[in-house]
T-cell receptor
Framework: AQKVTQAQTEISVVEKEDVTLDCVYE???????LFWYKQPPSGELVFLIR??????QNEISGRYSWNFQKSTSSFNFTITASQVVDSAVYFC??????????????FGQGTTLQVKP | ETGVTQTPRHLVMGMTNKKSLKCEQH?????MYWYKQSAKKPLELMFV???????ENNSVPSRFSPECPNSSHLFLHLHTLQPEDSALYLC????????????????FGPGTRLTVL
């Protein structure tokens, strides 16, 4: 069965600290996609990254970086030099690419990040 | 700007009322989704439409009735709701994928915050 676990419910850091949000997933498929979304207080989920199961290269985008490790079924997200505007709920999600799949996203419970000035 | 709009942003209704949520996407996508986000629960997929055809109903009670008149618009008609239906209702869209494998990124609207009294 597919499952996404974000064990950290809430994280609080002080501005400029680095913070890592953990994501562990379960799937029996060999082809799948992983996502991270940010949900600020306004409610809208903002897409951050999409990674397929065949690409284990880490990715960096500005202050954001992602570490994908199939061996541990993890897809962790690090924010470097955090800022107050990074305060939000962050969701990790999984989609299996089986033929006929509707693209259903399985979301983790979310991690609430609070960055204090 | 995600290109997915939802109206109204906030809605308060009694259990005997009938109301509708509207979602519109301006991204040229062919698939649209309704999600429910309750407090302290992961996002739950409700319905999926692909090229106006419903492809998934995730065991949603019949008091929620979706309608997709075209690929750009999605409605959720509500009637005789219960207080436990109070939640944030999110709409999303994605580009359809060739060969039946839908693995595209889903882009979300800002949501409708629904309160059922």
């Amino acid at each position: 069965a597919q499952k996404v676990t974000q064990a950290q419910t809430e994280i609080s850091v002080v501005e400029k600290e680095d913070v890592t949000l953990d994501c562990v997933y379960e799937t029996r498929d060999t082809t799948y996609y992983l996502f991270w979304y940010k949900q600020p207080p306004s409610g809208e989920l903002v897409f951050l990254i999409r990674r397929n199961s065949f690409d284990e290269q880490n990715e960096i985008s500005g202050r954001y970086s992602w570490n994908f490790q199939k061996s541990t079924s993890s897809f962790n997200f690090t924010i470097t030099a955090s800022q107050v505007v990074d305060s939000a709920v962050y969701f990790c999600a999984l989609s299996e690419a089986r033929s006929g799949n509707t693209g259903k996203l399985i979301f983790g419970q979310g991690t609430t990040l609070q960055v204090k000035p | 700007e995600t290109g997915v709009t939802q109206t109204p942003r906030h809605l308060v209704m009694g259990m005997t009322n009938k109301k509708s949520l509207k979602c519109e996407q301006h991204l040229g996508h062919n698939a649209m989704y309704w999600y429910k986000q309750s407090a302290k629960k992961p996002l739950e997929l409700m319905f999926v439409y692909n090229f106006k055809e419903q492809t998934e109903n995730n065991s949603v009670p019949s008091r929620f009735s979706p309608e997709c008149p075209n690929s750009s618009h999605l409605f959720l008609h509500l009637h005789t709701l219960q207080p436990e239906d109070s939640a944030l209702y999110l709409c999303a869209s994605s580009q359809d994928v060739i060969s039946g494998r839908r693995t595209d990124t889903q882009y979300f609207g800002p949501g409708t915050r629904l309160t059922v009294l």
